[in-house]
């Protein structure tokens, strides 16, 4: 697989992950649980959940049509290295913040995103820190 197909194919699963945003609020009872909260969090959430899916299909886009920017010019390695910060922190999150509790309800989709997770951290840290 060239650098090119593993950046591409990286697209596809943030791909993924955002259309996963559009079954999770159902899946995980959003409407219920935010029920609970006061207006001022509810929508606090909404939005950063609404930015950040904003964020991720962005990161698809640059992977799916610039692959070659992102590998071949100075500013797509500063932005292979922010995505590399972004999906580190996002292991991090899914392995020692979670509950295990949440895990062990969803346990296939916990194993599809953390491998999902651990592939875009490894891809975006090693093409970042690699010359070309």
């Excluded at 932005?79 to 346990?107: C, D, N, T």
């Amino acid at each position: 697989m060239t650098i090119v197909h593993a950046l591409q194919f990286a697209g596809i699963i943030l791909l993924c992950i955002v259309s996963a945003n559009f079954f999770a609020p159902r899946k995980m009872r959003w409407s219920d649980n935010l029920k609970l909260v006061e207006p001022v969090f509810r929508q606090v959430f909404i939005i950063h959940c609404v930015f950040l899916i904003g964020c991720v299909l962005a990161m698809a886009l640059v992977c799916l049509l610039l692959p070659q920017q992102l590998i071949g010019e100075p500013l797509g390695r500063l932005v292979l290295g922010f995505m590399a910060l972004f999906w580190v922190a996002r292991v991090g999150v899914q392995f020692f913040y979670y509950e295990s509790s949440i895990k062990k309800q969803f346990p296939v989709f916990n194993l599809l995103f953390s491998a999902a997770f651990v592939y875009l951290a490894t891809l975006f840290t090693v093409l970042s820190l690699i010359s070309y």
